[in-house]
């Protein structure tokens, strides 16, 4: 099994900065993959950002040139770092992992405002 801890979240104004991270523990010599989802209110959840144990990227067209994702294997750490946040970014940020099952933390709120 898999644990996931997601932090980072928080209040923000548009334009500014946030920076996410997932602590991972457990089984991570089976993770295929890690990304970072979001839910916004009275929407699906949808992929913002993934990575392979490859360290191909993907991410959704709608944060292109503004998050970033990343790996730091020797702490069991995921990141995103999202600038130039808009009001639009406003949801509960998720971690996954992906192994043969699926893994997930417990979210983080995330919320651009002025």
């Known amino acids: 099994q898999v644990q996931l801890v997601e932090s980072g979240g928080g209040l923000v104004q548009p334009g500014g900065s946030l920076r996410l991270s997932c602590a991972a523990s457990g089984s991570i010599f089976s993770i295929k993959a890690m990304g970072w989802y979001r839910q916004a209110p009275g929407k699906q959840r949808e992929l913002v950002a993934a990575?392979?144990?490859?360290?191909?990227?993907n991410y959704a067209d709608c944060v292109k040139g503004r998050f970033t994702i990343s790996r730091d294997n020797a702490k069991n750490t995921l990141y995103l770092q999202m600038n130039n946040l808009k009001p639009e970014d406003t949801a509960v940020y998720y971690c996954?992992?992906?192994?043969?099952?699926?893994?997930w933390g417990q979210g983080t709120q995330v919320t651009v405002s002025s």
């Open positions: 996954n992992a992906d192994t043969d099952h699926l893994y």
């Open positions: 990575t392979t144990s490859g360290g191909s990227t």
